[in-house]
């Protein structure tokens, strides 16, 4: 028998009802050398769009169509956004998913895996100069809102409080449920800086013991694509620099190893700035080791690793 209108409607979740409730997953392996150490990893490749920006994008988004500045509203009106790639692929997959066009500009050193996904969403991708990084899409951004004000919604993931609040309102929330209140630290990277603002903002809510860790890359020159190294930086207007205890510089191979040590001793594939995130962690966990603390260490797995198997790193030695 055919199904009703009503029958269908209960069959499944649209890809907008999947973004958020992600896993958590157990990384203590990692940490087993450790004495009294917890890793867990939030794992937010889960999203349907394969990141943490899912969040953010669909919180953006969804503030603007209710302001009446996209969507059904505003037909032929673009959102405009400068993205590293994930929030782009974020807003691309809910440009189709509801139906309203969507102009990104990416710098050229995005990976090939990540241009091919946007063209599959159907975007409009401009391209910046490689070397300019995202401070350059940035600038084009700006230029071409200015230059066509009616033409676009400028969703500035990068200034736009909607990316902080999604994870105030959700991502903080679900670690605190997942862990049942027990974790003691928590550790995000930098890049617009919303993952951490906004997780930290409601764990010290919940918990202000919790000691909340910013990890940065330690130059601007690096091959931790998307994160933001925030002295040479145009630093988001949503980075708030004295929300962290303490902030990490962290390298590019040392994420690149943790990335390739995932994946062959615990079988979880993720991005390079997850395994600087775990990297990161896993230095926390050996300073709590050292001093004798327990811990229970929450970090970030912003996205999956099928964005970046081009990279030669997973072949090299």
């Avoid at 790639?85 to 807003?91: F, L, V």
């Amino acid at each position: 028998m055919a199904a009703t209108a009503t029958d269908v409607s209960k069959l499944g979740k649209s890809v907008v009802e999947r973004i958020g409730n992600t896993p958590m997953l157990n990384l203590t392996r990692i940490v087993s050398h450790l004495p009294g150490i917890t890793l867990l990893g939030k794992a937010e490749f889960a999203n349907p769009g394969g990141s943490v920006k899912d969040r953010p994008a669909l919180s953006i988004v969804q503030a603007a169509m209710a302001a009446g500045e996209l969507g059904d509203a505003q037909p032929e009106r673009a959102l405009l956004d400068a993205t590293s790639g994930n929030t782009g692929i974020a807003y691309a997959m809910l440009g189709a998913a509801l139906q309203f066009p969507v102009t990104l500009c990416v710098p050229a050193s995005a990976s090939p895996e990540r241009k091919k996904i946007l063209q599959a969403y159907g975007a409009e991708v401009i391209f910046t100069p490689a070397g300019d990084g995202s401070d350059g899409a940035i600038r084009k951004v700006r230029e071409l809102y200015q230059s066509e004000p009616d033409k676009y919604f400028y969703a500035d993931q990068y200034g736009n409080d909607n990316n902080w609040k999604a994870h105030y309102r959700t991502t903080a929330n679900e670690i605190w449920q997942q862990t049942e209140g027990t974790l003691t630290h928590f550790i995000a990277a930098m890049g617009t800086s919303g993952t951490f603002m906004g997780n930290t903002r409601r764990l010290r809510e919940l918990n202000p013991k919790i000691q909340c860790i910013s990890m940065q890359p330690d130059s601007p020159f690096t091959g931790l694509e998307g994160l933001k190294h925030m002295p040479t930086a145009i630093v988001p207007p949503i980075y708030d620099p004295n929300l962290a205890d303490r902030n990490i510089w962290a390298e590019t191979e040392p994420a690149y190893a943790m990335c390739k040590r995932l994946a062959s001793e615990l079988g979880v594939m993720v991005g390079v700035s997850a395994g600087a995130n775990v990297d990161t962690a896993l230095r926390i966990a050996q300073e709590e080791s050292d001093a004798g603390r327990e811990a229970v260490i929450v970090t970030v797995l912003c996205d999956g690793a099928e964005k970046y198997l081009s990279e030669r790193f997973w072949t090299e030695k």
